[in-house]
């Protein structure tokens, strides 16, 4: 509950990780020499919607969720101003997303992974292996591990394996750092059916 509230306050000013820009890697994923195929997609964390939309402008279907509804409603009506039907959004908690129906083909998460704590990242982990279908991409963003304002958080390359495996294959990734913490972007590929 009080996680619910930090992010509606945030979204009340500039949080730092809403930048409105999608990133490089999500763009070549998407219009790169090897891009993805256009189908369902869901954006997880989504907050203000900039990559379900970029997603929709592409030819995807997406749904984006977020725990904060005033990202939400900002998501919503950025779609409708666009005329993106194809892009919905729900104010909702990504360990429970039960009201959606599989397949998805693509999954993206910039930043919300790493966020949760573990048994959050267990019920996430099996609300993926329940809603992507064998062979869709799994796109995530993560920090490495560090201690936040109230928590520690973060998620190393041998975590995130061993997190997703077996329904999940670890094809790349690619490190960084970002506001100067460490990060990285993993590609997966759903390999199981749940």
């Known amino acids: 509950m009080l996680q619910r509230v930090l992010y509606n ?3 009340f000013f500039d949080p730092p990780w809403d930048t409105g820009v999608t990133p490089p890697e999500v763009v070549e994923a998407v219009e790169g020499r090897d891009a993805l195929r256009p189908g369902r997609a869901l954006d997880l964390g989504c907050g203000t919607g900039t990559n379900s939309l970029y997603l929709a402008r592409h030819g995807w279907q997406v749904v984006g969720a977020d725990l904060a509804l005033a990202a939400i409603r900002r998501a919503r009506r950025r779609a409708k101003e666009a005329g993106l039907s194809s892009a919905r959004f729900y104010a909702a ?3 429970r997303l039960d009201f959606l129906q599989p397949p998805f083909d693509l999954a993206l998460d910039i930043g919300c992974f ?3 704590d573990a048994q959050g990242q267990v019920h996430y982990r099996a609300q993926l292996g329940r809603l992507l279908r064998p062979g869709a991409r799994f796109m995530l963003y993560a920090f490495g591990p560090h201690r936040g304002r109230f928590v520690t958080m973060g998620a190393t ?4 394996r ?3 495996q077996p329904d999940f294959r670890l094809l790349r990734v690619e490190g960084g750092a970002d506001r100067g913490k460490s990060s990285a972007w993993y590609w997966l590929e759903r390999t199981s059916e749940a």
């Open 9 to 11: 306050v945030w979204y």
């Open 157 to 160: 390359p041998d975590q995130v």
């Open 93 to 95: 908690d990504v360990t």
């Open 114 to 116: 790493h966020g949760l």
């Open 162 to 164: 061993s997190m997703f």
